[in-house]
């Protein structure tokens, strides 16, 4: 198998280095490091990594400017670090496309689970149904990824086709967070489960709409469920 490509970004050397240092040790990872933006989006274009560790604070720009620019040009998946744990941080974090988070200061070998399972889940490979699934105006494409609402094509973040699809294949089925974050991200979490609310939350706010009902439910003190829609005539009937 061809070894995974990490790109480390962060501009406390210590920091930097020490994960350089723990993850190629690894026989499957090829790492590469970067002090800045700059130099990050250099090492981005020339290596194309799977995966981007990607510090909040930089000397040259931002974090999370940096992970727009990244997600806009592929759907790598990008792990978020900082020292701050305020829910605005992370929730902004995950508006640019980070597929999650780990704050200051942090185990390495949290680190190293996260990182193999965000690769174990991207490599995976899931059968699919030609036809994709359908929700009234919603459409979810497996085999390409592309999710249509009312016939315009919405911008999704790799992680949260993910979630949504699994959701949608699992109809009116209760799903706690624990659970989700086993299925969807492969991996027991270690930590604050608000990883799935915002991701939730981010894709309520592209799939839904003031006029419609929330496919997503929340089910108070479980977790969520996709509820499918009701066919026009049901809903007439009732």
């Known amino acids: 198998m061809t070894p995974a490509k990490i790109l480390v970004v962060d501009d406390d050397a210590s920091v930097r280095n020490l994960i ?63 020292s701050r744990s305020d829910e605005e941080d992370v929730v902004r974090g ?29 490599r995976r490979t899931i059968p699919i149904k030609p036809s994709g699934l359908a929700f009234g105006d919603l459409t979810i494409e497996s085999d390409s990824r592309i999710v249509m609402l009312a016939g315009a094509p919405v911008a999704l973040t790799a992680l949260e086709f993910d979630l949504l699809h699994f959701l949608a294949s699992h109809p009116d089925r209760v799903w706690r967070r624990s659970e989700l974050l086993q299925e969807v991200w492969d991996y027991d979490y270690v930590g604050d489960q608000r990883v799935v609310d915002v991701h939730i939350g981010q894709i309520r706010r592209k799939i839904e709409t003031a006029s419609k009902a929330s496919l997503i439910q929340t089910v108070r003190g479980v977790g969520y469920k996709f509820e499918v829609p009701p066919l026009p005539n049901q809903s007439e009937a009732s």
């Open 20 to 82: 350089d240092r723990f993850l190629s040790k690894q026989d499957d990872y090829l790492v590469e490091a970067a002090e800045d933006g700059k130099a990050a989006l250099d090492y981005f274009d020339r290596f194309n990594p799977d995966l981007v560790i990607l510090d909040v604070n930089l000397p040259d720009t931002t974090g999370f400017q940096l992970c727009q620019e990244m997600q806009s040009k592929t759907d790598v998946y990008i792990m978020m670090l900082t």
């Open 94 to 122: 995950f508006q640019k496309g980070a597929d999650d988070y780990l704050t200051k200061p942090f185990s390495l070998v949290e680190l190293g689970a996260r990182v193999g399972a965000a690769l174990k889940r991207r």
